[in-house]
């Protein structure tokens, strides 16, 4: 708590304020210091499920008062927060793990306080989807969509899902373990040759991270039962522009931008492997591509 207060005390943190703060997905080591702060600070904290925040604060030696606020009583618990910073009372909100009101709840609180006429702050921290973002490596992304769980069953999940899978841009699914198979299953079926990043357990003991093309999804699942297990973010790469130009021998112009600098770097072989790899465009044509280059780069003055 001293390091905490030492490094976010000089930040102003007004009364009659509602604090949507994060906390870790996993790994308790993730809290940050300012939101360890503010969670001494706070005088009331609403959360989506006491106990689980109950154990956060007895691990940090805190004890404050608690109000339940879940997707089945939101809109009558955001009047008690409401009261409370009438009062000129600082209230935090937590959702169960990360970032409050993404696939949480939390919006409907938020915006009925600030219908109210009272101040929000947010305190940052862990999010699974930019944690997932971070690692995919999607070298086409222009910005992502967020698309969080799809429903859980019936024509509304396969609309959801064949949408998704034809959608260009880069995308985040959340999904439970009881439902990742079928959600392989349907993206292996509906977009075979689209990259996808899998993201088990973030930030966790068995952290699993590992991209392969759809269609590789459901084996990989397969072979072991433990990868079936946890939590998933899956991040769908992002496709090429249809508007996109393309480059010498018919390749995508992402593609050509990335081999120019990785030839720079790497010998030829590498450098198509990797281009390849990032782009996925053929390989012959990238190395056609790169052999060119290295033509031109020979006979240049």
Same mark, same amino acid.
């Given at each position: ?163 998704? =899978?034809? %959608? ?21 079926? %509906? ?31 397969? =072979? ?20 996109? =130009? ?14 120019? /600098? ?12 990797? %281009?390849?790899?990032?782009?996925? %465009? ?18 240049? /003055?």
């Amino acid at each position: 708590m001293q390091a905490a207060d030492a490094a976010a005390g000089g930040q102003h943190h007004p009364t009659g304020t509602l604090y949507v703060l994060a906390t870790p997905i996993g790994n308790l080591a993730d809290l940050t210091l300012r939101a360890v702060h503010l969670l001494g600070l706070v005088d009331a904290l609403a959360c989506e499920d006491t106990r689980v925040s109950g154990q956060l604060l007895r691990h940090l030696g805190l004890d404050k008062p608690l109000l339940a606020l879940h997707q089945h009583n939101e809109a009558g618990a955001a009047q008690s927060v409401i009261a409370r910073l009438a009062q000129g009372q600082r209230v935090a909100y937590v959702s169960d793990a990360g970032t409050p009101a993404i696939s949480d709840p939390g919006a409907l609180l938020v915006a009925a306080v600030v219908a109210a006429g009272h101040r929000v702050m947010p305190i940052p921290g862990v999010s699974s989807a930019v944690t997932a973002l971070s690692v995919a490596g999607d070298t086409l992304a222009q910005g992502f969509v967020f698309v969080g769980f799809l429903p859980g069953k019936g024509q509304d999940r396969r609309n959801a899902l064949q949408a998704a =899978a034809a %959608a260009p841009s880069c995308q985040v699914l959340f999904e439970a373990p009881h439902r990742i198979e079928s959600l392989v299953a349907g993206l292996a079926e %509906a977009a075979p040759e689209r990259r996808i990043t899998l993201c088990r357990e973030l930030t966790k003991q068995f952290e699993t991270i590992v991209t392969h093309r759809a269609c590789e999804l459901p084996a990989w699942l397969a =072979a072991d039962a433990n990868r079936g297990r946890g939590e998933f973010v899956l991040v769908l790469h992002a496709l090429p522009s249809l508007a996109a =130009a393309t480059g010498a021998a018919g390749l995508p112009a992402e593609a050509e931008r990335l081999l120019l /600098p990785l030839l720079r770097e790497l010998p030829l072989k590498q450098a198509v492997a990797l %281009a390849a790899e990032l782009s996925g %465009a053929p390989r012959n044509a990238l190395y056609e591509r790169a052999l060119a280059l290295r033509r031109d780069a020979d006979g240049a /003055p």
